[in-house]
């Protein structure tokens, strides 16, 4: 039966494809299109706009710092969960729903959820007044306070989208054969020499796709930021989201867009490199 | 492998502060979205519950748009499902019985969408959807959502519709059967679990998304869209009351589907 390439296959796949031409494919080109134009003709002055505002290094440099820091604490953090995770017998599954939830909560109520806490007078500054530390409700999230704003938005992130990253490298742990550590274990490999040299490696597709959607995910981070501090923290996404709409400035929301898709583009092809795996390298 | 008890002690020790640190913000969201106007305002704080009432909650359900939003958003991830999964499993069941040319080229389409943030995309879509008339409605904002959740759902079928046997099919074909009742008769029943959580996944993406909802709507908000656009001005217990009604149904989804997480993780991030 397949044998012959029959016109069934074509039928099945042509709707979805439809579809990602018109609502995928077509928009990316209409967003650099949007970006490039002006006027009547081809120009960078919305490059020029977006580059020239007040909040736009800001917001570069906000993006990338979050990114930095996020994403690194996310990997090592769901490889520590990861291992915990495997090593238990009883209560496995109960455990993994619980550290599995932020995975369902939005970006918006994952900042709310920090800002009950994060807020004047919320849990935080309560338990510091009890401790005695502080005097009164203090402000953690204002303008003047940015380092404390990004550790609360980097916990935030952290709380949020740490899940994810530990969904995929369960995955990815349960497809490597429990005989490759038997065996090491057999010639006396110590459990971190068993972690660096077999689980580590043979991990790097799942690490490698983890890393992937964290990032591009990272650089379009936007609503945990605009919960916990408004605008008091620009972040790339939400330039983009500013420009469309409150300045309804189509065209530099698109050149912000088109950077932001630059970045991923250029984070993703150094991923794809950096961690490539050979196929020979696979169990 | 049974783990020494100082280990397992610490083991446990290690679980259980992961576990409050997944657990306490919900709990805190919670105390502020029923502690009332009050509450949230009281100074210190206690861990513990004080003021209850379903008075904040209930006045936040009463404010004229909330509830127009949270149906608004029950459309679009309805929508979204139902696009997703009519879209996706045939293309995914392609994939995983035929080989085909151009076969590898879909792959690439598909995987391509994974290295853009697909949000943005929503920007120019602003413009064609004006002039479509579909801008500032639910199903605008859902096919938007089904650009997000389409790829994943294809290649969840896929690995769905690879697990169940080839035979079963062709015994269906033996007796009598055409492929379109083969598969319905057949493949169908095996499918549907794995089917309804791929459908659950494609309905948390669109109640979830905030971006490009809010840049799609102006009056037919979506609850996160809605929430976002009232959000410098909307007192606090407002804002710990509607992040508590995001984050209830997902608490839930994750445990519908908590069986297939890993196999759909697994496959997806191939």
């Known amino acids: 039966m397949p044998a012959r390439t029959s016109w069934i296959p074509y039928a099945l796949i042509a709707p979805s494809v439809l579809f990602l031409g018109a609502l995928f494919l077509v928009p990316l080109v209409q967003t650099v299109w949007l970006s490039v134009s002006a006027g009547d003709g081809l120009s960078l002055e919305n490059y020029r706009r977006m580059a020239s505002d007040l909040n736009f290094s800001l917001a570069v440099k906000n993006t990338f710092l979050l990114t930095l820091v996020v994403v690194p604490l996310q990997v090592v953090l769901a490889l520590a969960m990861a291992t915990m995770v495997t090593k238990l017998d009883k209560g496995r599954d109960l455990v993994l729903w619980v550290l599995t939830i932020p995975l369902g909560i939005s970006d918006l109520a994952a900042g709310l959820a920090w800002l009950a806490l994060l807020q004047n007078t919320g849990y935080l500054n309560s338990a510091l007044y009890a401790l005695g530390i502080i005097q009164g409700p203090v402000g953690w999230l204002s303008q003047e306070t940015p380092v404390a704003l990004f550790f609360a938005i980097v916990l935030a992130e952290l709380w949020r989208a740490t899940a994810i990253v530990l969904v995929i490298l369960i995955a990815g742990l349960q497809l490597i054969p429990k005989e490759f550590a038997e065996a090491a274990e057999i010639f006396g490999a110590r459990p971190w020499t068993r972690f660096t040299r077999i689980t580590l490696p043979l991990l790097k597709p799942s690490l490698q796709s983890a890393l992937i959607l964290r990032t591009v995910l990272a650089f379009e981070v936007f609503a945990v930021v605009y919960a916990l501090g408004g605008r008091n923290f620009p972040v790339l996404a939400g330039e983009a989201y500013v420009w469309q709409n409150d300045n309804q400035n189509y065209g530099v929301a698109a050149a912000y867009a088109v950077l932001i898709m630059a970045i991923s583009l250029a984070a993703t092809a150094v991923y794809l490199r950096v961690l490539r795996t050979h196929p020979e390298q696979l169990p | ?270």
């Open chain 2, 1 to 270: 492998m049974a783990l020494p008890s100082a280990r397992r002690l610490l083991l446990w020790t290690g679980l259980a502060v992961l576990i409050a640190w997944v657990l306490v913000p919900i709990y805190l969201v919670a105390l502020g979205a029923f502690g009332g106007r009050l509450g949230v305002f009281r100074w210190p704080k206690s861990i513990w519950p004080t003021d209850l009432s379903f008075a904040a909650m209930s006045q936040f359900l009463a404010i004229e748009g909330v509830f127009n939003a949270l149906l608004n958003s029950l459309i679009a991830a309805g929508l979204t499902v139902v696009f997703s999964i009519a879209l996706g499993a045939p293309a995914g069941y392609a994939l995983a019985r035929y080989t085909f040319r151009g076969q590898n080229a879909y792959r690439l389409l598909v995987l391509l969408t994974r290295a853009f943030p697909l949000a943005i995309l929503a920007l120019p879509l602003t413009v064609s959807f004006i002039r479509l008339g579909l801008y500032d409605t639910p199903f605008g904002v859902s096919l938007i959502h089904t650009v997000l959740a389409l790829p994943f759902a294809a290649l969840v079928t896929q690995s769905l519709f690879m697990g169940i046997p080839r035979e079963y099919e062709e015994a269906a074909w033996v007796f009598g059967c055409t492929r379109f009742q083969a598969f319905i008769k057949v493949i169908l029943p095996l499918a549907l679990p794995g089917l309804a959580a791929t459908a659950i996944f494609a309905f948390v993406i669109s109640w979830n998304e905030v971006f490009a909802a809010s840049i799609l709507t102006v009056r037919e908000r979506t609850l996160t869209a809605y929430l976002l656009r009232i959000l410098a001005e909307s007192p606090l217990h407002y804002r710990f009351a509607g992040g508590f009604i995001l984050i209830i149904p997902s608490v839930l989804f994750i445990f519908a589907v908590r069986r297939y997480l890993f196999a759909v993780w697994g496959i997806a991030s191939k």
